[in-house]
């Protein structure tokens, strides 16, 4: 399987703990995105890499919430002291370097924060 | 920033021709997205349209009006398996693509 791949699928944990999802994109692939995606909304974004570049960060994005892709492969969000408002999938997506390329998403990282 | 706006939900019968609408407010336009999302699985890519005018693909096409700020997807010919989530999104320059709320449409036999 070539496509975009999250880790892991679903996570509950409780109120307080740290959470760190892994998303691995489809390999030829500059640009990684991680999106946020509640129960009938569509995906809020929340950052962007092309390469280990982070280009945008939402601004409504916590100073809880952070983002690396350490060598423009793999891309990890972590959650810090996670709230019950941070409950939610989490989506990673990819796609080539440029501006209007199709977005692949993965099938997603669901949290639960109890 | 960005305004997407599009209906909440929308009903259709199959065999039916349904128009799911967008407006769009953004500065920096370079593009609009139409993506089909079926419950609990991950968005999948649809269509997209930089130029004015209509994207014909198989039964689902795609318009644009850039100067109205205004996209429809049309979908011919519905099937059940049409039901799902219709997401429009909007990319600006140097930014990353920003999706609407979502248009949940409903297909009945």
């Known amino acids: 399987d070539t496509g975009v791949s999250q880790d892991p699928r679903h996570k509950i944990t409780k109120r307080g703990q740290n959470v760190t999802f892994r998303c691995d994109p489809i390999s030829e692939h500059n640009r990684l995105y991680w999106y946020r995606q509640t129960l009938g909304q569509g995906p809020e974004f929340l950052t962007y890499?092309?390469?280990?570049?982070?280009?945008?960060k939402s601004r409504l994005l916590s100073d809880r919430f952070s983002a690396e892709r350490p060598k423009g492969s793999f891309s990890t969000l972590e959650i810090q002291r996670t709230e019950q408002g941070d409950s939610a999938m989490y989506l990673c997506?990819?796609?080539?370097?440029?501006?209007?390329?199709?977005?692949?998403f993965g099938e997603g990282s669901r949290l639960t924060v109890l | 920033g960005q305004n997407i706006d599009q209906p909440t939900e929308m009903t259709a019968t199959e065999g039916a021709i349904v128009q799911i609408n967008c407006t769009y407010q953004t500065s920096g336009f370079n593009g609009l997205f139409w993506y089909q999302q079926h419950a609990g699985e991950a968005p999948t890519f649809l269509s997209y349209n930089v130029l004015d005018g209509l994207e014909e693909k198989g039964r689902f096409s795609s318009f644009l009006s850039r100067s109205k700020g205004y996209s429809y997807l049309l979908l011919k010919e519905l099937q059940m398996k049409d039901s799902a989530s219709y997401l429009c999104?909007?990319?600006?320059?140097?930014?990353?693509?920003?999706f609407g709320k979502g248009t949940t449409l409903s297909v009945s036999s």
């Open positions: 997506a990819s796609s080539v370097d440029t501006i209007t390329g199709e977005l692949f």
């Open positions: 890499f092309q390469n280990e570049a982070q280009l945008e």
């Open positions: 999104a909007v990319i600006q320059a140097g930014t990353a693509l920003i």
